[in-house]
């Protein structure tokens, strides 16, 4: 199956700031790869698809990137409600695996 | 609207049987496949499976095939996952979502909407 590795796997960040988020997968995954954002005690939220897709209703601050191997996910400018748990998630094999989160919390 | 609404949390029994459900509304149904995922406490995100309820093909991943079984009953705009024998292990939060495609050049998946999450239990 394709591995899927996040980085870091928790960073601390204040307000303001510009965060970035690495996924890393085992092999060639073209640009089938998502991104969800988690909150505490809610269910996963989309956030970017086919590598760099904003979904729709999500703020244009979050933006996505690469192809192959390694993805980058953005945050331009950190807001309160954006501490959370992001996941990068690859749908190119029918068996599709998530990395395993990157903890975003407050400084 | 979209929604998918899961069933109640539930709190068993290593050895029982178990089925949790997943009903959706605000669009077709049958048209849509629908995944299930596994969160364990503390834990990240595994992927289980996921079926199309308009005709019930069903895929697996590896690490799950033979421990859950996955249903729909399309008539009734439900889908279902099951245990025949529960152990401490399953404890976990499982989610529903709906997968779409972006056809925008070759197709890419992913879920867009997810249920609330069925909280499942399981201790002597």
């Known amino acids: 199956d394709i591995q899927m590795t996040q980085s870091p796997s928790s960073l601390s960040a204040s307000v303001g700031d510009r965060v970035t988020i690495t996924c890393r997968a085992s092999q060639s995954i073209s640009s089938y790869l998502n991104w969800y954002q988690q909150k505490p005690g809610k269910a996963p939220k989309l956030l970017i698809y086919?590598?760099?897709s904003l979904q729709s209703g999500v703020p244009s601050r979050f933006s996505g990137s690469g192809s192959g191997t390694d993805f980058t996910l953005t945050i331009s400018s950190l807001q309160p409600e954006d501490f959370a748990t992001y996941y990068c998630?690859?749908?190119?094999?029918?068996?599709?695996?998530f990395g395993q989160g990157t903890k975003v919390e407050i400084k | 609207e979209v929604q998918l609404v899961q069933s109640g949390a539930e709190v068993k029994k290593p050895g029982e049987s178990l089925k949790i459900s997943c009903k959706g509304s605000?669009?077709?149904?049958?048209?849509?496949?629908i995944g299930w995922v596994r969160q364990m406490p503390g834990k990240g995100l595994e992927w289980m499976g996921i079926i199309y309820p308009g005709d019930s093909d069903t895929r697996y991943s590896p690490s799950f095939q033979g421990q859950v079984t996955i249903s729909a009953d399309k008539s009734i705009s439900t889908a279902y996952l099951q245990w025949s024998s529960l152990k401490a292990s399953d404890t976990a939060m499982y989610y529903c979502?709906?997968?779409?495609?972006?056809?925008?050049?070759?197709?890419?998946?992913?879920?867009?909407?997810w249920g609330q999450g069925t909280l499942v239990t399981v201790s002597s």
């Open positions: 605000g669009y077709s149904f049958t048209s849509y496949w």
């Open positions: 998630q690859q749908s190119y094999s029918a068996d599709w695996t």
């Open positions: 979502a709906r997968r779409v495609i972006a056809v925008a050049g070759a197709p890419k998946y992913y879920f867009d909407y």
């Open positions: 086919a590598a760099s």
